[in-house]
């Protein structure tokens, strides 16, 4: 198929080009591009948006397939793609969510200022290390029975409030609040089930992190204030998502998948596309998985901010206060969600892929200390250079579905970035700039470097511009582990 | 007969090229073992344990991606690097082997999925078979 090239796209405002339905007999929708001039330069150079094109011919796809700025190639759906399917009979496909189900980020804020830290950065990351199991296949201290498994899927972060891996007043601060209603354990597989049964409490591997930042720069002084969030201040992101069984839901969904769509007469360019309608059998059993594995997610990265707190007393003592959970949100998933498409409200199953939600001021489910500010939207930056708070406003809804980027982005393979970097020499240059790294192997660390991700101050510069979120904060690392 | 690896964004694909079908499973299921445990599959270890993978598909690529999908949970729920194949019985639309290897403590790579992107068993104009995988990482 031809790729797709500058040429083929049209600018629709600053900061969205278009790829016309014209572009290809099958595609349903336009296909949209959410970045600057300069970053859509760099995205022609892979396929995803020839991804994007294949994305536009699914089944009941409204308005338009879109990408985010940070967007880069994937196996399927490209990685920072959004897409929304008319709710009950349009489809429902695992690609668009990811096999990580639920991956997503939470920012947890201290008391402490940057000056305290002083130089004890090093036996916190040790005693975080020491806490929070990560790396490769690595188990956690939990090991759920069957029942305990059930009562995970089904509720989410409450069952660690509930058995005292967490606290009360995250719950609030929680995407959805930690739970998905319509999950179903019984459709999440033995395999599943076994593979998750060890691994609550875990990061794992991969680009999956707990980073120690604080907060450099303020630009939205009244927002901030909202969120709690003052220059110099000591906070942790979480990076992570539902592990190994999240990964079984989606292999055993798309395989399902794959079987049953000739029945629905569903013919599509890549079979990692595979999906159903979502009022199907096949369509409900995965939406019903898939949100246990949500469920499960959110337990992981209560269980994670427990084993975080741990670390923190056992570093800092009660002189270290608490750690105060921000927000925590997803950037795989899918949602019924409500939008006005041609004048009429409809629901829309939203499927993002690399993708964070980003509602503005007003959204229901907020608490009250976030609902006028907006959601808050946590942007990670590659590993040592720098992350960001943003707020969702209600222009999202109206571009993007309500969603923006999810990260920096990778530019390059993690074997080329391998091959380019010397891992104990960027673990050292990052130390002399103040930023301590603690990770399973060097061969984890050369595959995130700095150099293998896009700029991330052009990408958040890219959604602030568009509209779609405000950046409210920019965070800098001073300590990383990772798997 | 040849495992060959290539850069992608993300990712690792896998280029297998071999004489017979069999022989393609067989590379295959080495190949993913050398990623999940860097060059755990050209050891001579003792395999000492083994399980049964019996697949049914629409089609010989179908059963390639599902055959290396069930190895990898495989993998992880028995914590054993499965490096061979043995009394494989293998037809367009059926596969049914055992799976050998042996007990491993850690991994150096965690693969989340084997993907169907792009992926497809077929002859090359040497007359070999072959395919190309994408693992998501």
Redesign the interface.
Known sequence: MKKVQKSDLIRLEDYLWEIPSSFRPDMRVPARVLASEELLDDIID?RSLNQLVNVATLPGIQVASLVMPDV?????FP?GGVAATLYPDGVISPGGI???INCGVRLMISALKIEQLRNRMESLSKEMYAQIPS???KGGFIHLDDAQMTDVLSNGANWAVKNGYGETGDLESIESHGRLEDADPDMVSE?AK??GSGQLGTI???NHFVEVGYVDEIFEPDIARAYDLEKGQLVILIHTGSR?LG??V??DN??HM??AMPKYGIELP???L?CVPFNSVEGQNYFKAMCAAANYAWCNREVISWEMRKAWKNTFGDAGGSLNLLYDVAHNIAKIEEYEIDGRNRKLIVHRKGATRAFGPGFKELPPRLSEAGQPVIIPGSMGTCSYVLAGTNISKKITFGSCCHGAG???????ARRIVNAPALKEELADKGIFVQAG?F?GIAEEAPLAYKDVNMVVRSIQDSGVAKIVAKLKPVGVVK? | MAIEYKAHTADVQMVITAKSLEDLFMLALKGMGNIICEKGCDTTAERTSSETIHLEGTDVTNLMIDFLSDALSLSYIRKTLFCAIRNIQITENSIKCEISGYPIQKMDEEIKAVTYHGARVCKNEKDEWTVSIIFDI
């Not at chain 1, 880069?72 to 399927?76: F, I, K, L, M, S």
């Not at chain 1, 990778?410 to 080329?416: G, K």
């Open positions: 892979d880069h190639e994937g196996y399927g990685i990811g096999y990580d790396g490769m296949g395999m076994k593979r794992g591997s991969g190994g990964h079984q989606a292999t798309i395989r794959i079987a890549d079979r990692e595979a990778r530019r390059l393979s993690r074997r080329a192997s061969k798997g």
